[in-house]
T-cell receptor
Framework: DTAVSQTPKYLVTQMGNDKSIKCEQN?????MYWYKQDSKKFLKIMFS???????INETVPNRFSPKSPDKAHLNLHINSLELGDSAVYFC???????????????FGEGSRLTVL | GQNIDQPTEMTATEGAIVQINCTYQ??????LFWYQQHAGEAPTFLSY??LDGLEEKGRFSSFLSRSKGYSYLLLKELQMKDSASYLC??????????WGAGTKLIIKP
C-alpha cells in the first residue's frame, strides 16, 4: 500500500486555468505538507496543516489554497495558473508526538505541473 | 536569515568513499536530516542527527557538529544505485525544515 499518494502525477495545462492536485496519506499522521520543487531543485515549503493549524509560507501567492476534507487528505488548488507555477509539487506527511517531532517526512511521488 | 549550504555536484567512483558536506545557519536548531532523491522520484529519509557525533547506518554514516553548524554524509562502498541527489535539511526552533538545494552525486564505473 502506498503511504502517501498524490494525483495526478503529470499535469499539463494552459495559463489562466484552475487546477487541483490531490493527496492522501494512510499513515495516520497528524500533519501534512505541500512542497514545491523548482528547476533548481530547492524544496520550498508551501503549507503545513494539521487538525489545529494551517501554516502558510508568506511567500506563497494566494492563488494557491490548501483544502483538507479530513485528516488523511490535503489537496492543493491553484487558481489562474502562471508560467512560473511549473514545478514538481510534493505532498508529505509526518507524525508529531507532543513536543517531540523528529520531523521525518514521508513524501508522495510528486506531481509535475507544466503550464504552457 | 536561515541558510543551508552544500555542494551542487560531486563525482565519485564505484566502490569508493564520498563525503558530502553541509553547513547550516538557522534560528534555533532541533536536528539535521539527510534525504536521498533519485531523479524523478520523491525524497526518502536517510538519517537524523541532533547530538554531536557520528551515526552509522550500514554503508551510510552521518556526522554532526552543533558548535560548527556542520554536518556530513559519508557513503562507503559506492554503488551505481547511489547516484542521486542528497538533500540536507535543518529543523529550526519552530520545527520547520529548512532545505538545502541538494548535492547531485554522480557515480562512475
Amino acid at each position: 500500500d502506498t503511504a502517501v499518494s498524490q494525483t495526478p502525477k503529470y499535469l499539463v495545462t494552459q495559463m489562466g486555468n484552475d487546477k487541483s492536485i490531490k493527496c492522501e496519506q494512510n499513515l495516520g499522521h497528524d500533519t501534512m505538507y505541500w512542497y514545491k520543487q523548482d528547476s533548481k531543485k530547492f524544496l520550498k515549503i508551501m503549507f503545513s496543516y494539521n487538525n489545529k493549524e494551517l501554516i502558510i509560507n508568506e511567500t506563497v501567492p494566494n492563488r494557491f489554497s490548501p483544502k483538507s476534507p479530513d485528516k488523511a487528505h490535503l489537496n492543493l488548488h491553484i487558481n489562474s495558473l502562471e508560467l512560473g507555477d511549473s514545478a514538481v509539487y510534493f505532498c508529505a506527511s509526518s507524525q508529531e508526538g507532543g513536543e517531540i517531532n523528529t520531523g521525518e517526512l514521508f513524501f508522495g511521488e510528486g506531481s509535475r505541473l507544466t503550464v504552457l | 536569515g536561515q541558510n543551508i549550504d552544500q555542494p551542487t555536484e560531486m563525482t565519485a567512483t564505484e566502490g569508493a568513499i564520498v563525503q558530502i558536506n553541509c553547513t547550516y545557519q538557522t534560528s534555533g536548531f532541533n536536528g539535521l536530516f539527510w534525504y536521498q532523491q533519485h531523479a524523478g522520484e520523491a525524497p526518502t529519509f536517510l538519517s537524523y542527527n541532533v547530538l554531536d557525533g557520528l551515526e552509522e547506518k550500514g554503508r551510510f554514516s552521518s556526522f554532526l557538529s552543533r558548535s560548527k553548524g556542520y554536518s556530513y554524509l559519508l557513503l562507503k562502498e559506492l554503488q551505481m544505485k547511489d547516484s542521486a541527489s542528497y538533500l540536507c535539511a535543518a529543523l529550526d526552533s519552530n520545527y520547520q525544515l529548512i532545505w538545502g538545494a541538494g548535492t547531485k552525486l554522480i557515480i562512475k564505473p
